[in-house]
C-alpha cells in the first residue's frame, strides 16, 4: 500500500516523517493490504507554529480502497504524533465498520432456503402435519 505524506510549511523532517508514517500505517493497517491501494495523509498546524494553542495540530487520512468509496478520517491534537495515531486509530475503525457494512450487505444477498424455489415446492408438496 502506497502512503504519501503531505504537510504545511510549519511541519519539519518531512522525510523521516515520511518513512515512520509509511511503516507505522503498514504495520497497523496491513491485514487490509490487498485492498487499500493507498493512503494519502495531510499533517497541518491550524494556528501556525508561532501562534501556538492548546489543540492545534490537524492530521487528515484519506484511504482509497478497492471497490468503494474512499474513507477519509480527522484528529486534532496538541502535537503532530498525538495527531497522527489518533487519526490512524480514527481510520482502522472506519475501515472495520465500511467492511462490516459490506459483509451484511453480503450476506443479505445469499439465496436461503425460504427462496429456493425447489424447496418452495417441495414445502408445498408435503402432507399436512398433524
Request: proline share 4%; with cysteine.
Amino acid at each position: 500500500m502506497k502512503v504519501q505524506v503531505n504537510t504545511s510549511n510549519d511541519v519539519e523532517n518531512k522525510e523521516s516523517l515520511e518513512r515512520w508514517a509509511s511503516d507505522y500505517l503498514n504495520e497497523h493497517l496491513g491485514r487490509f493490504d490487498q485492498d487499500i491501494t493507498s493512503i494519502e495523509v495531510q499533517l497541518t498546524d491550524e494556528n501556525h507554529a508561532a501562534k501556538g494553542g492548546a489543540v492545534d495540530k490537524r492530521c487528515m487520512m484519506e484511504a482509497r480502497v478497492n471497490g468503494i468509496k474512499p474513507i477519509a478520517v480527522t484528529n486534532f491534537a496538541p502535537n503532530q504524533d498525538i495527531a497522527f495515531r489518533g487519526a490512524a486509530d480514527k481510520l482502522i475503525k472506519a475501515i472495520d465498520h465500511e467492511f462490516g457494512k459490506l459483509d451484511r450487505r453480503e450476506h443479505r444477498q445469499r439465496d436461503t432456503i425460504r427462496r429456493d424455489p425447489e424447496v418452495l415446492d417441495t414445502i408445498e408438496d408435503a402432507p399436512p402435519q398433524s
